[in-house]
């Protein structure tokens, strides 16, 4: 699994080696099923994120509890009757999950299916299905044990950062997916030569935490509103404020550090020409992190 990880964070880290092997294994058969499967797997990533974004919008409208502490049910019945917007929020984010749930599935069949049976893509598919099953585990946790809206429960502030955290393995195990079928060469286990895997970890690490510390901060931000940007900043130094206000700073000091680690690492992995367009495809996202 480290190999397939790491290089989510650092293309650089898998540089593809031609395979005769690998080349007359999708010559098979089982290459016109494989037609369609690098539309769908994007397709299936772009809906995960889109499922993310709604995500989002459900903390920041503070919707979480639009379906009370019924789950999979939504307060009690399969579709609500008369929902208040909170209600029709919260529904929606649940029926986009559901159907990522079997947009996931119906991708591990297929890659299972079209490809040989030493694709990387089937142990990266293999990896997002267990992330899917722990993400609805999570999910599912959050509603139940009331850890949404305002609660400041300690038991939320442990299962939100693992919750988010699994959000951004599940959503690299996908990627990684999507580009291995896309490949044309290195895509078969034995074709693929790991590099400098120590800072790929790095980087994948420093990125999580920059996530995590911000999936914290924008919790403080919910259950504490300030009324202007120099309240927020009084709020973060003030004895008597809350520790999660007082540990904001670190998700704006750590997104700093780790943006330039990554920058630095994808100009390393710039310097391969086979590397370029992906290297490119990174810091243009780093980028637009950034402005956002």
């Known amino acids: 699994m480290n190999p397939v990880l790491q290089s989510a964070a650092a293309p650089s880290a898998l540089v593809g080696v031609p395979s005769s092997a690998a080349t007359s294994a999708l010559s098979s058969p089982e290459s016109k099923l494989r037609a369609s499967l690098p539309g769908y797997a994007w397709a299936v990533v772009g809906w995960n994120v889109l499922v993310i974004l709604w995500g989002g919008v459900v903390r920041a409208t503070g919707s979480g509890a639009g379906c009370g502490n019924h789950w999979p049910l939504c307060n009690g019945q399969v579709i609500p009757q008369s929902p208040q917007i909170a209600t029709v929020i919260e529904f929606t984010h649940r029926v986009m999950t559901g159907g990522a749930t079997f947009s996931i599935l119906g991708l591990l069949i297929w890659t299972y299916i079209a490809m040989p049976r030493r694709h990387l893509a089937r142990t990266t598919v293999a990896a997002a299905s267990v992330f899917l099953v722990l993400e609805a585990a999570l999910g599912a ?114 997104a700093v550090v780790a943006g330039l680690y990554i920058a630095w690492l994808v100009y390393r992995s710039a310097r391969r020409p086979e590397n370029r367009r992906l290297a490119l495809a990174v810091i243009s996202l780093l980028i637009m992190q950034l402005v956002l």
């Open 141 to 254: 946790l959050l509603v139940k044990l009331g850890y949404v809206v305002r609660d400041v429960s300690l038991g939320r502030f442990i299962v939100l950062p693992i919750h988010l955290a699994n959000t951004l393995l599940l959503l690299a195990a996908l990627a990684l997916t999507a580009h291995y079928i896309s490949r044309t060469r290195g895509f078969m286990r034995g074709s693929v030569e790991l590099r400098a895997p120590g800072i790929a970890f790095l980087g994948l690490a420093a990125t999580m935490l920059v996530g995590v510390s911000g999936s914290l901060a924008a919790l403080g931000d919910t259950l504490f509103p300030a009324a202007s940007l120099r309240a927020a900043f009084a709020q973060d130094f003030a004895a008597t404020s809350s520790w999660l206000l007082r540990l904001r700073w670190i998700h704006p000091a750590s």
